[in-house]
């Protein structure tokens, strides 16, 4: 792993780090996989907190899977990511390894899917309670960091003051392009055309990293 991007300090950012984890059309193939859409895993970011039914069939075994057909509505109407994918391709798999290894820690993989950047992103700055590293896979996404936050307290507030504040970082990222965000950083994502990203978030090391905690990182191959 090219170390030059994680700093203990404060947030880095990199150019063209991995110009190929993942793409639109590796999203489609995991979206039409209809197991994989279940309710704790697939994350609506709905402005309305809509509420959805469906009818399911007597040879689907998971009722609270979303139907592809909406699915494929709903990511034209909002932000939508993906949580426990770090096992979704090989190539994500193998990077959440390489993280694991160097910096013993368990990380997962989120997938953050805007496909109109006209939609408003219902994240305002905020703070994460663990180390990120993002990457940019399609398209092009503002964001903005600013200085570490001593008072965890204030994180619902933390949105009304950074308006005021000067970031510390401020960069437009591309596809390839990786950012690494330290716990307590406050940040904001501003999709400027259609966003395909993967972050991967470490384990809350204040609650310990035990080893049953870790992935299997074994790749099958036939």
Not at 48 to 57: D, L
Request: charged share 25%; hydrophobic share 35%.
């Amino acid at each position: 792993m090219n170390t030059e991007l994680y700093c203990d300090i404060s947030a880095n950012y990199v150019k063209n780090y991995h110009p190929n984890l993942f793409s639109w059309i590796e999203l489609a193939d995991l979206i039409n996989i209809r197991p994989l859409l279940t309710q704790e895993r697939v994350k609506l970011l709905d402005p309305e907190n809509r509420f959805f039914q469906w009818y399911t069939n007597g040879w689907i075994k998971d009722k609270n899977t979303y139907p592809p057909s909406l699915i494929k509505c709903l990511l034209e109407e909002m932000v939508i990511y993906f949580v426990d994918m770090s096992r979704a391709t090989k190539k994500i798999n193998k990077f959440a390894s390489s993280i694991e290894d160097q910096y013993k820690c368990h990380v997962d993989a989120h997938i953050y899917v805007c496909r109109d950047p006209k939609i408003e992103h219902p994240f305002a700055a905020h703070f994460d309670i663990s180390h990120n590293v993002i990457v940019q896979c399609e398209g092009k996404t503002n964001f903005k960091v600013w200085e570490k936050v001593e008072d965890h307290k204030v994180k619902k507030q933390i949105h009304l003051n950074m308006s005021k504040e000067k970031p510390i970082l401020d960069v437009i990222m591309e596809t390839g392009d990786a950012l690494w965000i330290p716990k307590y950083y406050p940040h904001q994502a501003i999709s400027l055309t259609p966003r395909l990203s993967v972050s991967f978030p470490f384990v809350n090391d204040e609650n310990g990293t035990h080893e049953q905690s870790f992935e299997d990182r074994n790749w099958i191959t036939l």
